[in-house]
């Protein structure tokens, strides 16, 4: 499968802990975006990356919530402290380094339960 | 104001109707625009891209306004199949040189009856 893969599909988690997403995006792609998704809602945009730098990250992003690229393939995504507002749908995307008329294509998600 | 609005859903349409969805945009700068369907408990897919001049794909035509900075999507001839979620998406600059970012709407929720 060479498609955008994330790991785990399914993560509960109590309160306070924290909690690590994985992505790896289609081989080829440098960019690479974090969402979050919650049920009504199109995708809320979190960061962005081209390469392994962080170009942006949404000012409605807790500092508890980072993420990383180091070596611009795989990507994390780390919520420390969790709490209950937290439980969503977190989508990876990546897209291919030909401009800015490329679509965005995502993996399945990790979905996020805070009990 | 939100960077991408939509219709309120849900539209409820009968097999064979016409429906259209509208979507606005706040940032004039914005580059490129795309519709996405999104199937319950599925991650959104490109359904199409969106043309300066309009462009068409069977039975899905969108069109794009920028002196208005909306976009539409019409489906002729609604299938059962169609029933998902679709949203607007529309990419635009990150803030640096070369980045874009996609936004999406909250999407539009549409069930087509037999």
Known sequence: DTGVSQDPRHKIT????????????ISEHN???WYRQTLGQGPEFLTYFQNEAQLEKSRLLSDRFSAER???????????RTEQGDSAMYLCASSPPTGSNTEA??????????V | RKEVEQDPGPFNVPEGATVAFNCTYSNSASQSFFWYRQDCRKEPKLLMSVYSSGNEDGRFTAQLNRASQYIS?????????????YLCAVNMGSGRAGGFKT???AGTRLFVKA
């Open chain 1, 14 to 25: 109590k309160r306070g802990q924290n909690v690590t997403f994985r992505c790896d995006p």
């Open chain 1, 31 to 33: 960019r690479l975006y």
């Open chain 1, 70 to 80: 180091p070596k611009g393939s795989f990507s994390t995504l780390e919520i420390q």
């Open chain 1, 105 to 114: 294509f995502f993996g399945q998600g990790t979905r996020l339960t805070v």
């Open chain 2, 73 to 85: 999507l019409l489906i002729r001839d609604s299938k059962l199949s169609d029933s998902a979620t």
């Open chain 2, 103 to 105: 936004i999406f709407g």
